[in-house]
């Protein structure tokens, strides 16, 4: 099984961009899609980044997903902050085994 | 719109058991899988088990594989996990997730999840 390791925490002024780095530790990070989550306190998650880069209906096009191969790494965007966005985000893959695996979570801060 | 709705969670013994149910409405339960996944007091999301939309392949966390058991009855459109010889580590708020349309193995929709605590 692989692990996906994120940034504890992260924190940025609103109106600027923050990205949040999602590292795979084995296999390559192009091999199975990544997915983003937000949750914020109190409530279940919901999906912000779908298949690497893909945005659900309803989820503003401030928000971004891609991924870098030399580093094995995914990141989320999140550009135009507003304090609505302060909340956790998990990043997601999985393996060819059926196993999913979800990263440590980053606490997003925006002040 | 899509409703997914946990219960069956409370308060359990070590080694006991316990089933959590979850009720699907607004989408067309039969053409979904479905995940459970949970969530320790302060701490992040883990993986526990899928199950296809027409239950033929489920898979398990190794943490949880052979003691737990995930299931779905369609004609009732509810999820079920039954969890046996429960533990301390097991203890955590238990949401279900229906499968993305695109990815059976991305979340597209979460419940409200159900709280499970193991202790003596």
């Known amino acids: 099984n692989f692990m996906l390791t994120q940034p504890h925490s992260v924190s940025e002024s609103p109106g600027k961009t923050v990205t949040i780095s999602c590292t795979r530790s084995s296999g390559s990070i192009a091999s199975n899609y990544v997915q983003w989550y937000q949750q914020r306190p109190g409530s279940s998650p919901t999906t912000v980044i779908y298949?690497?880069?893909?945005?659900p209906s309803g989820v503003p096009d401030r928000f971004s997903g891609s991924f870098d191969t030399s580093s094995n790494s995914a990141s989320l965007t999140i550009s135009g902050l507003k304090t609505e966005d302060e909340a956790d985000y998990y990043c997601?893959?999985?393996?060819?085994?059926?196993?999913?695996?979800f990263g440590g979570g980053t606490k997003l801060t925006v002040l | 719109q899509v409703q997914l709705v946990e219960s069956g969670g409370g308060v359990v013994q070590p080694g006991r058991s316990l089933r959590l149910s979850c009720v699907a409405s607004?989408?067309?339960?039969?053409?979904?899988?479905m995940h459970w996944v949970r969530q320790a007091p302060g701490k992040g999301l883990e993986w526990v088990a899928v199950i296809w939309y027409d239950g033929s392949n489920k898979y398990y966390a190794d943490s949880v594989k052979g003691r737990f058991t995930i299931s779905r009855d369609t004609s009732k459109n509810t999820l079920f996990l039954q969890m046996n010889s429960l533990r301390a580590e097991d203890t955590a708020v238990y949401y279900c997730?229906?499968?993305?349309?695109?990815?059976?193995?991305?979340?597209?929709?979460w419940g409200q999840g159900t709280m499970v605590t193991v202790s003596s």
């Open positions: 298949k690497d880069d893909q945005r």
């Open positions: 997601q893959s999985y393996d060819s085994s059926n196993q999913v695996t």
């Open positions: 997730a229906m499968t993305h349309p695109a990815l059976v193995y991305a979340f597209d929709f």
């Open positions: 607004g989408f067309t339960f039969s053409g979904y899988g």
